[in-house]
């Protein structure tokens, strides 16, 4: 069950990353929406109800919950990089997202447009970060942790990554 909840491990992060790991970190999160597109297109209606466990999300869910989170990721990152009191994370109520209409019923093509264009942005944003607003930090009171902004990257990373694969999964009906 738990390599189904987490198929590629949980969320682990560095305390420094290098400019070669961040640029690796980068490329992962500026690929991941052609990869989404190119696995989820021509799905059937059927398909987008699979899930990847019992009780889990279904494909479409993850779709919008992705785009979702991927706008919240590059939020936090705004807010970090010009709120100079922002220390704790904007959170939201993620399983209740995924139960609003949108989530349950819009074409998934609207959120795979909405996570292809927010994340070119945010990439674009990751790619100009100094050392210095690299290590901005804010906590996440869910985590429990204290999060720099190249920390925040590799949470970006592991987040599309770690629901690519649920959706792999989903797909494969194992």
Sequence with gaps: ????????GKLTTQETYSPAELQ????????????????????SPEEL???YREGSWTVQQLIHHVSDIQLLHFLRMKKALTEPDYEV??????DAWVTTP???????????????G???????LLKSLTD???AIKYYHPIRKLWFSQAQAIAMSAWHVQHHFAHIKLALSGE
């Excluded at 927010?118 to 674009?124: G, S």
């Design 49 to 51: 109800t699979k899930t």
């Design 1 to 8: 069950m738990e390599n189904r909840k987490y198929p590629i």
């Design 89 to 94: 994370v904007t959170l939201i109520n993620m």
């Design 118 to 124: 927010i994340t070119r942005r945010y990439v674009y």
């Design 24 to 43: 690796h970190l980068i490329a992962i999160v500026e690929a991941m929406p052609a990869r989404y597109r190119e696995l989820v297109e021509n799905l």
């Design 132 to 134: 210095e607003q690299l």
């Design 102 to 116: 949108d989530s349950l019923n819009a074409p998934i093509d609207d959120s795979l447009v909405s996570f292809d």
